[in-house]
């Protein structure tokens, strides 16, 4: 088979996994990261399903339950009072970013990611993909792989049009270490993947790793939606030095008068174990849903888009990590069938791919609908309830969705 060259832009979860399957392929990888050192997560939660853990393990990366994180047995809701209303059994690994990206970064080649290198511009000429760097670097490839993330430059070089929506709310993500809490918060939520659903909101929340640098030990990590009108949006990121941020605003910029109002909102409307997560959180930090859907995953000739930079599908479906990483594989599998030909397998790679990242885009649009209904009319709101039970909730979030694949 012929060794190809290939240039992967970003360096994060489908960076990383394209580099560690194409190099066990026989390919030259080289992934370009513009971020200027090995990247620093947040240790917030990633959900795993029994996909990530197969890409992980063709990675060569430990992929068991415990290398991953947390099992959780099951789900459950309370209500506002702290009472349990509903509880299923659904076992289920919970991981922290960190501590995936430490395993896929262990896994690559060594030498093989080149930091500090922000792609500026891409063109093909039909035989080869040119890749232009903002501090004047130029390097050819066989085969460019566009993982640079929900605002990737090779998507908009090349499908202008294609632009984040905002789904109309927005989530407070708060990670906090599970030996702070109080013994009846952690008897609680401290061992489940748990919700509580006030009018028109939802909070869930459930044990992560903890952070690398810190001693052994669990965190808690909780995500509350909160419709929040677009005109709103500019005053919640709107940081502390003035700075507006397009859709989402980093730990430690957010302004005081903004936290403090959710620290009341949280004491005031949710479950006392969530208010005590939120209350606690030294760094909370907030984030616009959106969603983002491209037309096609092979914008030209010798060029993938994969991950993030392909379809954003809304975090109820847990998918991330998952979907990233399948679509790393599903690319290394096109091109070990078709005997490295670039353009065949990139044919078979997006006809296996895309209908897959619309129909859990779709999927996370359904999950949260009565979030997003809130800016609409009384009549949407009533037929989005029906995605708001309790039962609903805990059977629909972050479970891999029956989609067919092809
Ligand atoms: C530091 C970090 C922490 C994260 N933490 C969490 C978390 O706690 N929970 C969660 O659910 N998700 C988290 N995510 C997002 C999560 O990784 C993705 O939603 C999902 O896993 C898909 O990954 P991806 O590799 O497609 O995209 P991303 O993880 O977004 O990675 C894109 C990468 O491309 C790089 N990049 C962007 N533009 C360029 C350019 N022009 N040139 C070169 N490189 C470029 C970025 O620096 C980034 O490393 C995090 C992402 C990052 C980068």
């Not at 092979?298 to 060029?303: E, F, L, Q, T, Y």
């Amino acid at each position: 088979m012929k060794r190809l060259d290939v240039a992967v832009i970003g360096g994060s979860i489908a960076g990383l996994t394209t580099a560690c399957l194409l190099a066990r392929s026989g390919h030259a990888v080289t992934v370009f990261e513009r971020s200027a050192a090995a990247l620093t997560g947040r240790g917030a939660g990633i959900v795993t399903h029994p996909g990530l853990r197969a890409v992980l393990a063709r990675c060569g990366a430990p992929a068991g339950a415990g290398d991953l994180g947390v099992t959780v047995e099951g789900r459950r809701v309370l209500d506002r009072d702290g009472t349990v209303i509903a509880e299923r059994s659904l076992p289920q690994v919970l991981a922290s970013w960190g501590r995936l990206y430490g395993l896929l970064l262990d896994a690559v080649p060594p030498d093989s990611v080149r930091y500090g290198a922000a792609l500026a511009a891409v063109e093909s000429d039909g035989a080869r993909v040119v890749a232009f760097f903002e501090d004047g670097r130029r390097i050819s490839a066989d085969l460019l792989v566009g993982a640079d993330g929900q605002f990737s430059t090779v998507r908009s070089r090349f499908l202008s049009g294609v632009a984040p929506r905002y789904a109309g709310y927005v989530a407070w993500r708060a990670v906090v270490d599970a030996a702070a809490l109080a013994p009846a918060t952690r008897e609680a939520i401290g061992g489940h993947f748990a919700f509580c659903l006030p009018p028109g909101e939802q909070i869930l929340g459930y044990p992560v790793p903890g952070r690398a640098d810190e001693a052994a030990g669990l965190c808690f990590n909780a995500v509350w939606y909160r419709p929040t009108e677009e005109a709103a949006l500019a005053a919640l990121l709107t940081d502390t030095g003035g700075v507006r941020h397009a859709l989402s605003i980093p730990p430690g910029r957010i302004k005081a008068a903004v936290l403090e109002a959710m620290r009341a909102d949280a004491a005031r409307i949710l479950a006392p174990p969530f208010a005590e997560v939120m209350l606690r959180a030294e760094q909370p930090f907030l984030q616009a849903i959106l969603d983002i859907e491209t037309p096609t995953m092979i914008p030209d000739r010798g060029v993938a888009l994969i991950g993030d930079a392909a379809f954003v599908a809304r975090p109820h479906v847990g998918m991330g990590a998952t979907k990233a990483m399948e679509d790393a594989a599903a690319l290394a599998d096109a091109l070990d069938a078709a005997g490295a030909d670039v353009d065949a397998a990139l044919t078979a790679f997006e006809a296996r791919r895309r209908a897959y990242g619309a129909a859990v885009v779709a999927r996370g649009r359904d999950l949260g609908a009565y979030l997003q209904a809130q800016q609409r009319g009384a009549a949407e709101r009533a037929a989005a309830e029906r995605f708001r039970s309790p039962e609903a909730v805990m059977a629909g979030t972050a479970v891999p969705p029956d989609i067919p694949r092809a």
